[in-house]
């Protein structure tokens, strides 16, 4: 099936500074890529994603870049800001599969 | 984009009993899904909750242990059988629209404890 690694699973950095996630995935068939935001006690909550015919997209101080030949998607934050502080997942949704498999997440904290 | 509430948000159980979790969504969705999350740790898909028919499981999950039902397109349950402390864990349901290549959206969670 598919696997979806994600690095680094701890991210710390100052506010203001920049932020990145790196992900990758073994299906050459997956299609759609997500990035939720969890915030301690809460649920998943869709912040960006991307399909596989773009190659980048932007929201405000967010971005998804993705790599489809190296099979590999990363999320930028920009400007980073203490509410930024949660969990961050990655996924990658399979035609192959007809599902979403989640990488391991990634703590990022921002100290103000 | 749909609301999905979900219940019990907690409780806790006695080894050896069932709890059955239900997620109720504001709107027709096209898949249902089922998670788990220990803490600290990414989401596990337990199984695909099929309209009308058995769930898919994924493996390491059997039906006889986390029996599912999905009568419409809007209503599915998960229960948790015979339980044990090692099943402590937050569930999640989900749902999408659409062929699947689309926003998924979670309910809140059911944290379970199993004393």
């Known amino acids: 099936g598919e696997n979806v690694e994600q690095h680094p699973s701890t991210l710390s950095v100052q506010e203001g500074d920049s932020a990145v996630i790196k992900c990758t995935y073994s299906?050459?068939?997956?299609?759609?890529f997500p990035w939720y935001k969890q915030e301690l006690g809460k649920r998943p909550q869709l912040i960006i994603d991307?399909?596989?015919?773009?190659g980048e997209k932007k929201d405000q101080r967010i971005a998804v870049t993705l790599n489809k030949t190296a099979k590999h998607f990363s999320l930028h934050i920009t400007e980073t800001q203490p509410e930024d502080s949660a969990v961050y997942f990655c996924?990658?949704?399979?035609?192959?599969?007809?599902?979403?498999?989640f990488g391991q997440g990634t703590i990022l904290t921002v100290h103000p | 984009s749909a609301v999905i509430s979900q219940k019990p948000s907690r409780d806790i159980c006695q080894r050896g009993t069932s709890l059955t979790i239900q997620c109720q969504v504001d709107?027709?969705?096209?898949?249902m899904f089922w998670y788990r999350q220990q803490p600290g740790q990414s989401l596990t898909l337990i199984a695909t909750?099929?309209?009308?028919?058995?769930?898919?499981?994924e493996s390491g999950f059997v039906i006889d242990k986390f029996p599912i039902s999905r009568p419409n397109l809007t209503f599915s349950t998960l229960t948790v059988s015979n339980m044990s402390p090692e099943d402590s864990s937050i569930y999640l349901c989900?749902?999408?629209?659409?062929?699947?290549?689309?926003?998924?959206?979670f309910g809140q969670g059911t944290r379970l404890t199993v004393v």
């Open positions: 996924a990658g949704w399979g035609t192959s599969y007809g599902k979403l498999t």
């Open positions: 299906d050459s068939a997956s299609n759609y």
């Open positions: 991307i399909r596989s015919n773009v």
């Open positions: 709107s027709q969705v096209t898949m």
């Open positions: 909750a099929n309209q009308g028919s058995e769930a898919t499981y």
């Open positions: 989900s749902g999408v629209t659409g062929v699947g290549n689309t926003e998924a959206f």
